[in-house]
C-alpha cells in the first residue's frame, strides 16, 4: 500500500515568486492536511481538507492556498514568496477526521 | 486553545538504556494522542496512536500511555539502539482542531 506522495521533493524559487506543491495521499483517505516546519516554529498547521471541502485553516496570509480534488488529491499554493517562507512542507493523510494521521516525505522550499 | 510541551528538548543516552519521554498537554478533552519520530530533513513516521479511552499501546520496544486527567504521556523505548536516534514528537488532537504538535525531544543514542 503506497504511503503519501509529496511532489516536488527539493525547490528553490526566488522572492516574489509563487509555488505549487501537491500531495497524494494514501489510497482510501479523504482528509489531507498541511503543516510547515520550521526550526523555530515547530510544526505548524495550515490547512485541512475533506472531501474537496476546507474544514479548517491555520493563521497564515492570504498568499497560502490549497485545493482538494475529487481523487483527494490535495495541493497548496503559497504567491509573492517571501525568504520567511523557506521551510519544509508537510502533508498528512487520515482515513476521516480524527483517525491516525499519515505524513508524507515533505517538500523543501528554499527561498532566495 | 491546546498546547503541547515536550521536555527535554534533547536527550542523550548509551546504548541499552530503557528511556522515557514525556508529553504534556492542556487541554484535557482530547480525541487521541499520537507519537511521531521524525529523522534529520524526513517527513514524520507515525510510531503509536492512543484514543482517549485508552492507557497505553505498545509497539514493539514502544510503549506510549496516556494520563487525561494530568494532562500527560509518555513514550517508553526499551533497550535503546543508535538506530533509535532521531527527533520524537507528539500531538494532541481534539475539539474541531488539527492536530497540535510538541516542538519535539531529540534523542541521540550513543553506541
Known amino acids: 500500500k503506497a504511503g503519501v506522495t509529496q511532489t516536488p521533493r527539493y525547490l528553490i524559487k526566488t522572492r516574489g515568486q509563487q509555488v505549487t506543491l501537491s500531495c497524494s495521499p494514501i489510497?482510501?483517505?479523504?482528509?489531507v492536511s498541511w503543516y510547515q516546519q520550521t526550526p523555530g516554529q515547530g510544526l505548524q498547521f495550515l490547512f485541512e481538507?475533506?472531501?474537496?471541502?476546507?474544514?479548517n485553516k491555520g493563521n497564515f496570509p492570504g498568499r497560502f492556498s490549497g485545493r482538494q480534488f475529487s481523487n483527494s488529491r490535495s495541493e497548496m499554493n503559497v504567491s509573492t514568496l517571501e525568504l520567511g517562507d523557506s521551510a519544509l512542507y508537510l502533508c498528512?493523510?487520515?482515513?476521516?477526521?480524527?483517525?491516525?494521521?499519515?505524513f508524507g516525505q515533505g517538500t523543501r522550499l528554499t527561498v532566495v | 486553545k491546546q498546547e503541547v510541551t515536550q521536555i527535554p528538548a534533547a536527550l542523550s543516552v548509551p546504548e541499552g538504556e530503557n528511556l522515557v519521554l514525556n508529553c504534556s498537554f492542556t487541554d484535557s478533552a482530547i480525541y487521541n494522542l499520537q507519537w511521531f519520530r521524525q529523522d534529520p530533513g524526513k517527513g514524520l513516521t507515525s510510531l503509536l496512536l492512543i484514543q482517549s479511552s485508552q492507557r497505553e499501546q505498545t509497539s514493539g520496544r514502544l510503549n506510549a500511555s496516556l494520563d487525561k486527567s494530568s494532562g500527560r504521556s509518555t513514550l517508553y523505548i526499551a533497550a535503546s539502539q543508535p538506530g533509535d536516534s532521531a527527533t520524537y514528537l507528539c500531538a494532541a488532537l481534539s475539539g474541531n482542531t488539527p492536530l497540535v504538535f510538541g516542538k519535539g525531544t531529540r534523542l541521540s543514542v550513543i553506541a
Open positions: 481538507y475533506f472531501s474537496e471541502t476546507q474544514r
Open positions: 498528512a493523510s487520515s482515513l476521516a477526521s480524527r483517525t491516525e494521521a499519515f
Open positions: 489510497s482510501g483517505h479523504r482528509s
